[in-house]
T-cell receptor, first 116, second 111 residues
Framework: GAVVSQHPSRVICKSGTSVKIECRSLDFQATTMFWYRQFPKKSLMLMAT?????????EQGVEKDKFLINHASLTLSTLTVTSAHPEDSSFYIC????????????FGPGTRLLVL | QQPVQSPQAVILREGEDAVINCSSS?????VHWYRQKHGEAPVFLMILLKGGEQKGHEKISASFNEKKQQSSLYLTASQLSYSGTYFC????????????FGQGTRLTINP
């Protein structure tokens, strides 16, 4: 149980385009989903916390207009990187939890974004 | 504030034991342990919710010293499959309730 999927697993795009990443909880309803970013050989940095039906809470330093998060249902959250630039290239990982941050977070397989 | 993990890296021979420590400057509500292999997402190992709690998972176990605000992950009789980077994540009692990850400990198991 507790499977989280992400799509796509890998994406290459040109600078200036927008990229949408989907995060789905396959066998449970996730009240809360989280989006992380990870640079090579670095730790996971929380970008935003997403609750179904409400606006996402962004961490300090994360641009809301650049990283659009939509949590339309209890099983789906999307992250859209708008007008992507090479510095946005990274490994983006989502996680989902049944009952908020105090409980176990189950991670998706991640999406590797390369912006040319 | 990010918890501090030690050591940063460790190299073992198969069958040896390892301890990874995670320390926080804040009072903790919970400690979460994950293992991540190269190019993959972190995999949940265990969560410790109470001070003094010790949990086990096959040959991998962990303890949580609430008073010292630290947790340790114990890997006994290590197997090749244990290789990867181990992250602790902490949720503080006060302040913003979010999971903050340490910088990671890279574990290499050689045959």
């Amino acid at each position: 149980g507790a499977v989280v999927s992400q799509h796509p697993s890998r994406v290459i795009c040109k600078s200036g385009t927008s990229v949408k990443i989907e995060c789905r909880s396959l066998d449970f309803q996730a009240t809360t989903m989280f989006w992380y970013r990870q640079f090579p050989k670095k730790s996971l940095m929380l970008m935003a916390t997403s609750n179904e039906g409400s606006k996402a809470t962004y961490e300090q330093g994360v641009e809301k207009d650049k990283f659009l998060i939509n949590h339309a249902s209890l099983t789906l959250s999307t992250l859209t990187v708008t007008s992507a630039h090479p510095e946005d290239s990274s490994f983006y990982i989502c996680s989902a939890t049944l009952a908020g941050v105090l409980e176990t977070q189950y991670f998706g397989p991640g999406t590797r974004l390369l912006v040319l | 504030q990010q918890p501090v993990q030690s050591p940063q890296a460790v190299i073992l021979r198969e069958g040896e034991d390892a301890v990874i420590n995670c320390s926080s400057s804040k009072a903790l509500y919970s400690v979460h342990w994950y293992r991540q292999k190269h190019g993959e997402a972190p995999v949940f190992l265990m969560i410790l919710l109470k001070g003094g709690e010790q949990k086990g998972h096959e040959k991998i176990s962990a303890s949580f010293n609430e008073k010292k605000q630290q947790s340790s992950l114990y890997l006994t009789a290590s197997q090749l499959s244990y290789s990867g980077t181990y992250f602790c994540g902490t949720v503080s009692v006060q302040g913003a309730q979010k999971l903050v990850f340490g910088q990671g400990t890279r574990l290499t198991i050689n045959p």
